[in-house]
């Protein structure tokens, strides 16, 4: 995958833990949905010419202009992910841009519109997960706007975590530049991370809450972004995220599971032992 190394480099110097770690994804990722038609429909035109991807076995071959158009819309997933999961190859990836062109992307919106106020104006990205890569969307601050109306959503939470991980996050709080964690307020299953035997009380500002938990990244903005296909939730009366922070996210939990909040920081209210 020599072809992809020089536009890798980029992502080096948006955040070094992007390379070493591969759970914190790239900003650069993400796009809005008119920004994703513009790679289709180029896409579409080479696919016109007799480029197809799904004829590429382990390498992207082609003309210059569509190595290069593929390379900034899924060079992180090509080195990073194809090199992090055994499952997930070359191949695996190049398929899934040729099904996005000629399908999925064509039901994005009608699939997933309806969760949002403007889906328009959210930016989305495929990254890796469960033999698949599949829809991301970043939650940044026109998403939190559009689902509460407001970026200020103080509440109190709890954390699973370490005591690297406290040390971490108040340094980060000090510094005036906190990251994104996940969150909880109410849970049935045991956290599956033996190394986070902390649960850590905090003060944060909701940027997105779920009545169950949504396979979220970390992104180099310090932001998260979740998984569209966590967005259904068991019955007919309700989908999984939480649009009333205070009523909607405290209940029942019909997946048996943990409910997640995507916040902010603000302190440390208390520290105790899982």
Request: glycine content about 6%; aromatic content about 14%; some cysteine.
């Amino acid at each position: 995958m020599k072809q992809f190394l020089p536009t890798w480099k980029k992502y080096l110097t948006e955040d070094k833990k992007v390379y070493v770690h591969g759970y914190i994804k790239p900003e650069k990722c993400f796009y809005t949905l008119d920004e994703w038609q513009q790679f289709v429909d180029k896409m579409l035109r080479f696919q016109k010419d007799g480029h197809y991807l799904s004829n590429y076995e382990s390498k992207l071959i082609g003309p210059d202009e569509m190595k290069a158009l593929v390379e900034e819309y899924y060079g992180f997933q090509l080195t990073a992910d194809v090199a992090r999961y055994d499952l997930l190859t070359t191949k695996n990836v190049l398929d899934h841009i040729e099904d996005f062109i000629n399908h999925r992307f064509w039901a994005l919106e009608e699939k997933y519109g309806d969760f949002f106020k403007d889906i328009k104006k959210l930016r989305f990205a495929f990254f890796y997960s469960r033999g698949d890569l599949e829809p991301y969307v970043l939650i940044d601050d026109e998403f939190t706007t559009q689902t509460y109306g407001s970026t200020n959503n103080p509440k109190k939470l709890f954390h699973y975590t370490h005591i690297d991980g406290i040390t971490r996050i108040q340094r980060a709080i000090d510094s005036g530049d906190p990251f994104d964690l996940s969150c909880y307020t109410v849970a049935e299953r045991p956290f599956f991370r033996k190394k986070s035997n902390k649960i850590i009380e905090l003060e944060a500002n909701v940027r997105a809450g779920f009545r169950s938990d949504v396979k979220s990244y970390s992104v180099s903005n310090n932001r998260k972004c979740f998984n569209l296909h966590r967005l259904g939730y068991p019955g007919t009366d309700k989908d999984n995220l939480c649009t009333d922070l205070e009523n909607d996210c405290n209940g029942e939990l019909r997946t048996a599971l943990w409910n997640e909040f995507i916040a902010t920081p603000i302190r440390i209210i208390g520290v105790r032992d899982r």
